[in-house]
C-alpha cells in the first residue's frame, strides 16, 4: 500500500492521529463489519488510549473535512484507532496482508512522528542562531521563518467579476 494512501487516511481527533476502522478495513481487505467483530472479540486488548468510538459532533467535524453530506449510511459511530491500536489490530487480525499493510502504517506514523520533530529541531535551532547573530542576519531569518511558517490559507474567490465601471453604456433613443 502505498505511504501516501496511508497519510491522508491517518486524521487528528481529540489529539491524536488515528484512523478509522472503515479506512482500515479497506487497507486490511475485510470488510468493516468483520475487523469490527474481530475488535469486539478481543476488547480486552483495546483500552480507551487505543480506540474509542467517535462522538456524534467528531463525526459531523469529519463529515465537514470530507466535504459530503453523509456518511454513506453507517448505522453506527465509527471506531478511531490510535498507533497502539492499529498495532494491537496486527495480534487480532491475522492474515498475511494484515500484517504487511500493519507494517506499512506504522512506517508511516514513524515517519509522520520524525517529520514533526524534525520541524521543531529546525525552528528551534534557527532561534538559538538568531540570538546568536547581531542584526545583519535578521532579514535572512525572517526570510526562513517565512518559508517554514505554515502559510494561512486565503480564499479565493469563484466566479466571473467584470473590471468594467458600471454606468458606461448610454441608451440611444
Keep these: 500500500v502505498p505511504q501516501e494512501i496511508i ?16 479506512d482500515l478495513a479497506a487497507l486490511y481487505g475485510v470488510t468493516t463489519k468483520n475487523l469490527n467483530k474481530a475488535v469486539a472479540r478481543n ?3 483495546f483500552p480507551e488510549d487505543f480506540m474509542y468510538k467517535l462522538k456524534k459532533s467528531e463525526l459531523e467535524n469529519l463529515r ?11 448505522r453506527y459511530s465509527p471506531y478511531a484507532f490510535t498507533e497502539n491500536g492499529v498495532s ?5 487480525l491475522k492474515s498475511h496482508r494484515a500484517r504487511e499493510v500493519n507494517i506499512q502504517i506504522m512506517r508511516t506514523f514513524t515517519k509522520l512522528r520524525e517529520l514533526l520533530n524534525t520541524h521543531a529541531d529546525l525552528r528551534r535551532k534557527l532561534e538559538e542562531m538568531e540570538k546568536k547573530y547581531d542584526y545583519q542576519f535578521k532579514v535572512v ?3 526562513i521563518k517565512s518559508l517554514i511558517a505554515v502559510p494561512d490559507r486565503k480564499s479565493k474567490r469563484i466566479g466571473f467579476t467584470a473590471k468594467e465601471r458600471r454606468g458606461r453604456y448610454v441608451v440611444l433613443a
Design 88 to 92: 494491537m489490530l496486527s495480534s487480532v
Design 43 to 45: 476488547m480486552e486488548s
Design 7 to 22: 497519510e491522508s487516511k491517518i486524521f487528528v481527533i481529540r489529539g491524536h492521529k488515528v484512523m478509522l476502522d472503515s
Design 64 to 74: 465537514f473535512q470530507f466535504g459530503t453530506s453523509s456518511w454513506g449510511g453507517r
Design 141 to 143: 531569518f525572517d526570510a
